[in-house]
């Protein structure tokens, strides 16, 4: 006799899409809200640098903590908080967002596309803190969006890259595409790659539906960029992007 899966799981998963709808949708909205509230006066204020460590990195920790989700971080003695980096990630699920936001531990400086510009007191409070918003139709609008931000970097932070391009539907890793590793070797900054499994367990691509459970983050050893030149970022990318892949469950990988 088989057991179907949904009478193996515990009974009050059954319930949990009224806990998502009535409780941990409405705090997320006003976390978001009061964030980008606080973020605006103090990035303006004070530094962007404090409204990011100390409304951002919060803003994902409640995230993740009010579903609840465990993180697991391992290899953060990789990262030196007096060094700046490219930080190469792959990209499951919305999810990944707060995961690497709350738990990474850097300034983090987000290369996302334009179209999250439009949403309003987010768009606000991300300029305030310094995102790059870009347009993937206009490269030229793209380099010089990111090279005035990375003029702008301080010691301690991180540009942050899904370097997918877009979340895979399917878990598997995709090929990752050329900007980070051409503004790393620009800029002469190492790459930190980092691998989030799990995060498509607690929301999928394409769903509306959030589930508990647990995600790991892993931070790799960082790749340095000292001396190359646009000829090896190839080389690079590929090598990063068999790192991340490494760090993956067998079968995401391909």
Same mark, same amino acid.
């Given at each position: 006799?088989?057991?179907? &899966? ?15 709808? /009535? ?36 803003w994902g920790r409640v995230l993740t903590w009010l579903v609840p989700v465990r993180v697991e971080v391992e290899g953060l003695e990789h990262i030196d908080a007096e060094q700046s980096y490219v930080v190469v990630a792959n990209h ?25 510009? &439009? ?23 793209? @380099?010089?969006?990111?090279? &005035? ?19 895979? &539907?399917?878990?598997?890793? /995709? ?15 190492? $790459? ?7 995060? @498509? ?9 959030? @589930? ?5 983050? $892993? ?18 990318? @590929? ?16």
């Open positions: 006799m088989t057991t179907s &899966r949904s009478s193996s799981r515990p009974a009050w998963l059954n319930l949990y899409p009224l806990y998502q709808w /009535l409780v941990y949708v409405p705090l997320i909205v006003l976390a978001t809200l009061v964030g980008a509230l606080l973020a605006v006066p103090l990035a303006l204020l004070v530094s962007p640098r404090l409204a990011n460590l100390w409304v951002a990195v919060p499951q699920s919305q999810f990944d967002i707060p995961v690497i936001y709350g738990w990474i531990g850097l300034d983090l400086r987000w290369v996302a596309k334009a179209e999250l510009s &439009r949403i309003p007191f987010v768009a606000a409070g991300c300029r305030a803190i310094g995102h790059i918003f870009i347009d993937r139709a206009d490269p030229d609008q793209a @380099r010089k969006a990111i090279n &005035r931000a990375v003029g702008r970097l301080k010691a301690g932070t991180g540009l942050m890259f899904f370097a997918e391009g877009t979340r895979s &539907r399917t878990g598997e890793l /995709l090929p990752f595409k050329k900007g980070a590793f051409r503004v790393a070797i620009d800029q002469q900054l190492p $790459i930190l790659p980092v691998t989030v499994v799990d995060t @498509r367990e607690i929301l999928p691509a394409r769903s509306l539906r959030i @589930r508990p459970g647990r995600v790991r983050m $892993i931070v790799h050893a960082p790749m340095e960029t000292a001396g190359l030149s646009h000829k090896s970022s190839g080389e690079l990318r @590929r090598r990063c992007h068999s790192i991340v892949a490494g760090a993956l469950p067998q079968g995401s990988a391909a």
